[in-house]
């Protein structure tokens, strides 16, 4: 009998890409994929290990797909991803549910470690994570046909004191040119408008490979294959944000005027103490800069509160300076103790009720900046790419090039023209706080 697999993909899109490369080698391979994990003979369970919700996470789903040994036909389970790099040794003695490991750096050999989980090997296979993968591999995407992310490069060499990426993902290591050209010209080929390029530095993108920043060069190049659309970037390192790659975003008509940069703090002692690039300064003026270039720019950043050391007066100076920055898109996060990073040996842990009202206290300045960012698109005609119908509105809705998939806005057309998965140029009449309504036009 045909084995049934169901892959479970917990943490962040880098880790989909994964998921969706060992699915296509699930496939090639014969096995069937299916969607019900009641209904699979093996689960494999990509996890996330970042911080300390993400672990919790990942360890409440091995155990619910656990649970299928005895409810289900479940036969094997797998584990792979980020926790399994980190702790695959405490893993295998503690979860005696878990058939099998896979690192970071191995998930090409998943059917292998598939074929000795069900002979009842208990698999183990953990070693560098220093893989990259090529166009070559096959992938299953997962997300919807007109959209699609595309790894540029892995790993991080930055070294940030809170992070623990380096120990799980190893070294940056970037994709030459033109592997990533082929894939994207593969997901074109496919139907895939829209691609989101992703790393854990992005911004650094080629200076291991070509011994220079070559991003503005490889945004360029993805722009060029037919059938693309919008050329979106992820998780720009601000330390490696250059001139060139400035005015790339700008001249560039389908590179999407939207820039995830992870500030992650404003104050100097706290950006410090992080070992993050630069200072509040050089951020003010980095943006300042982005905006003079890019006048229609939407900027994304992630904040950290409750960093080591940080005080209620540093705390009131990054509020203020998320009021005065007024960021289109602000992700918050509170400080995760990470094992093996050097801020755990930092002074002054800031305890767990203060760092939880500290990003309440912020994201609700941000709600009012969100409110007040989001008029300025009224009146304003806009390109939105169409992705589903809500039958019980009558309503299409979609997403503009300001709004990355899953994370952002959306935009709700009520005279829709284009199918979906096509993009129709519409006139916003109506703003809400973290969306946008758009009518379209004839």
């Known amino acids: 009998m045909t084995e049934r697999i169901k892959v479970v993909t917990l943490g962040c899109e880098k880790n989909m890409v994964d998921s969706e490369i060992m699915s296509g080698l699930i496939h090639e391979r014969g096995y069937q994929l299916v969607e019900q994990a009641d209904d699979a003979t093996v689960i494999i369970v990509n996890t996330c290990g970042f911080i300390d919700a993400a672990k919790e996470e990942s360890v409440n789903t091995i155990l619910d797909m656990a649970e299928f040994k005895q409810t289900g036909r479940l036969k094997a389970l797998i584990v792979s ?6 702790y695959k040794q405490q893993l295998m003695d503690e979860m005696p549910e878990i058939d099998g490991i896979v690192g970071t750096g191995d998930f090409h050999h998943i059917n292998a470690i598939v074929d000795e989980a069900l002979n009842g090997k208990k698999p183990m296979k953990v070693g560098n994570p220093a893989f990259d993968y090529d166009q070559k591999l096959p992938r299953l995407v997962t997300t919807p046909r007109y959209t699609a992310y595309v790894k540029i490069a892995e790993g991080c060499d930055n070294a940030c004191t809170f992070c623990s990426i380096p120990i799980m993902r190893g070294k940056f ?28 530095d992005s911004t650094n993108y080629g200076t291991d490979l070509y011994d220079k920043f070559m991003l503005p060069e490889l945004l360029n190049r993805v722009s060029e294959v037919d059938g693309i659309a919008w050329v979106r970037l992820h998780y720009a390192y601000p330390g490696f944000f250059t001139d060139e790659l400035i005015e790339t975003i700008a001249a560039n008509p389908k590179v999407c005027k939207y820039i995830d940069m992870p500030l992650q703090h404003s104050e100097d002692i706290i950006l410090k103490r992080m070992r993050r690039p630069g200072r509040q300064r050089d951020a003010r003026e980095l943006i300042l800069k982005i905006r003079s270039r890019i006048p229609d ?54 305890p767990d ?79 809400y706080e973290f969306d946008m309504s758009g009518e379209g036009l004839s």
């Open 297 to 350: 720019v939407a900027l994304r950043t992630s904040i950290i509160v409750g960093f080591p050391g940080e005080t209620d007066e540093d705390f009131n100076k990054l509020c203020d300076f998320v009021r005065e920055m007024k960021f289109d898109r602000l992700g918050v996060f509170t400080y995760s103790l990470e094992e093996d990073t050097p801020a755990v040996r930092l002074p002054n842990h800031v």
């Open 81 to 86: 991803g980020c926790l399994t790099q980190r």
């Open 173 to 200: 290591r970037s994709r030459s040119i033109d592997s990533i050209v082929a894939e994207v010209e593969l997901l074109a080929s496919q139907g895939v408008k829209e691609v989101s390029l992703i790393a854990q």
């Open 353 to 431: 009720d203060v760092k939880e009202w500290r990003s309440n206290t912020l994201m609700e300045i941000q709600r009012d900046v969100s409110k007040h960012n989001s008029g300025k698109y009224i009146g304003r005609e806009i390109d939105v790419l169409v992705e589903r119908y809500d039958g019980r509105s009558d309503i299409y809705i979609g997403r503009s090039e300001y709004d990355a998939p899953e994370i952002d806005g959306e935009v709700f057309i009520s005279n829709c023209q284009a199918g979906i998965g096509e993009i129709q140029r519409v006139r916003v009449t109506h703003a």
